[in-house]
C-alpha cells in the first residue's frame, strides 16, 4: 500500500545530438515517478516517452500518472505503466534485501555486456569511433544506419577496423521496402548480427521483408503497437525490448527464456537503465547466450540525475540494490 505518490519532471541535455533515421535527439524530457509505502520506503520509476516512438506523447503520459498519483487506476500500457511497475519493484526488491535484478531470476551477474553506440555521419569518424570503442573493451558494436546515403560505407568502415566485432544495425524505420533489401545485400558479406527496424508498417511488414534479405531483422519500435503478454508470437529472430518503454517487466524476463531478445535503452535518466540492466542481468542466469545488451547510453548526458552504471572493458555494472540502487538527486 502506497501513501505518498510524487511525479518529478526532469530535463536532461544531451553533450552531443543522437542522429538517428527517426530524426535528431538533443535533449530528453522524463517523469521520475516517486512512490513512498506506508513503511517509509522509497521506490523510483520512469517514464521517457520519445517523440518518434509509437505511443502517447510526454502530456498524455503525465495525465496517466497524475491520475494514479490521485488515487485513479494505475496505468495499463507503455511508459507510464513502466515507471509505475518500476517503482513498485523497487520497493518490492528492497522489502526482501535483494536487487531487482536477484528478485527475478537469483544468481543474477554483477555486470552485463552492452554495445558501443555509434552514429558519426563521416565513415572516417566513424570508423574512428569504432576503434576507440574496440579499445576500451566493446566486443558489440551498433552503428545507426538510415541517417546518410553513404551508409554501407560507414558499415564497411567499421568492419575494417573491427575485424572480430559483433556488429549490430539500426535503422529506426527509415527506408522503404526496396531500399532495404538493396542496403541488406550491400551489407551482408560484413557479418551483421541483426539489424532493427529497417522499414515502417509494423512486424507484420517486418515479417514479410525478412525473407527478402540475408540479414536477421529485429523489431524494437513495433513491439510498442503489442501487448507485451503477446510479444513471443512476433514471428521474426530477434526482439530488442525496452523495459522502460513497454513494461511488463517479469513477463520480459520469461521472454527471454524462450526467445532471442536483445535488451536495450529508452534513452532514459539512470533510474531507466538501472531498471533495464536488472532485466539484463536476469537473463543471464543459465542462458551464457544472452546477446550483449543497448545499455551505454548514460554517457551521453551533460548530466544525470543519478550516477549510471560503471562502465569496464564493454562491461555494465549492475547497480548491487537492494532495490534498483539508484536513488535520483533532484534538481
Known amino acids: 500500500m502506497t501513501s505518498r505518490i510524487r511525479i518529478h519532471p526532469v530535463e536532461l541535455e544531451l553533450a552531443q545530438p543522437l542522429v538517428t533515421g527517426a530524426g535528431t535527439t538533443r535533449r530528453r524530457e522524463v517523469l521520475l515517478v516517486e512512490v513512498v509505502d506506508v513503511d517509509g520506503t522509497t521506490g523510483w520509476g520512469e517514464a521517457a516517452p520519445l517523440p518518434s516512438w509509437p505511443g502517447p506523447d510526454l502530456a498524455t503520459v503525465r495525465h496517466q500518472l497524475d491520475t494514479w498519483a490521485s488515487g485513479g487506476e494505475p496505468p495499463v500500457g507503455g511508459a507510464a505503466k513502466a515507471a509505475v511497475e518500476m517503482a513498485l519493484l523497487d520497493i518490492e526488491a528492497q522489502r526482501a534485501g535483494v536487487s531487482v535484478a536477484n528478485l527475478f531470476a537469483n544468481g543474477a551477474p554483477p555486470s552485463v555486456p552492452v554495445n558501443a553506440l555509434l552514429d558519426h555521419l563521416d565513415p572516417n569518424d566513424l570508423g574512428h569511433a569504432a576503434s576507440l570503442a574496440i579499445a576500451e573493451g566493446f566486443a558489440v558494436l551498433k552503428i545507426k544506419v538510415g541517417t546518410t546515403r553513404n551508409d554501407v560505407d560507414r558499415v564497411r568502415a567499421v568492419r575494417s ?62 513491439l510498442a503497437e503489442i501487448a507485451t503478454a503477446d510479444l513471443e508470437a512476433v514471428d521474426l529472430p530477434v526482439l530488442v525490448v525496452k523495459p522502460s518503454a513497454l513494461g511488463g517487466f517479469r513477463s520480459l524476463v520469461a521472454l527471454g ?75
Not at 182 to 196: G, N, Y
Not at 211 to 218: A, E, Q
Request: proline share 8%; net charge negative.
Open 161 to 222: 577496423v573491427a575485424p572480430n566485432a559483433v556488429i549490430r544495425l539500426d535503422a529506426n524505420r527509415a527506408w522503404t521496402e526496396p531500399q532495404a533489401v538493396e542496403f541488406c545485400a550491400a551489407v551482408e558479406s560484413l557479418d551483421i548480427e541483426f539489424i532493427e527496424e529497417p522499414i515502417g508498417g509494423g512486424v507484420d511488414a517486418l515479417a514479410a521483408l525478412q525473407p527478402k534479405v540475408g540479414i536477421d531483422i529485429g523489431a524494437d519500435e513495433s
Open 257 to 331: 527464456q524462450q526467445r532471442r531478445i536483445v535488451v536495450t535503452s529508452f534513452l532514459e535518466s539512470a533510474v531507466g537503465v538501472a531498471a533495464a540492466s536488472h532485466v539484463a542481468a536476469a537473463l543471464h542466469v543459465g542462458n551464457p547466450e544472452q546477446p550483449g545488451s543497448g545499455l551505454a547510453t548514460s554517457s551521453r548526458f551533460v548530466a544525470d540525475i543519478a550516477p549510471g552504471g560503471v562502465l569496464e572493458r564493454g562491461m555494465l555494472r549492475v547497480p548491487v540494490g537492494p532495490g534498483l540502487g539508484v536513488v535520483p538527486v533532484l534538481p
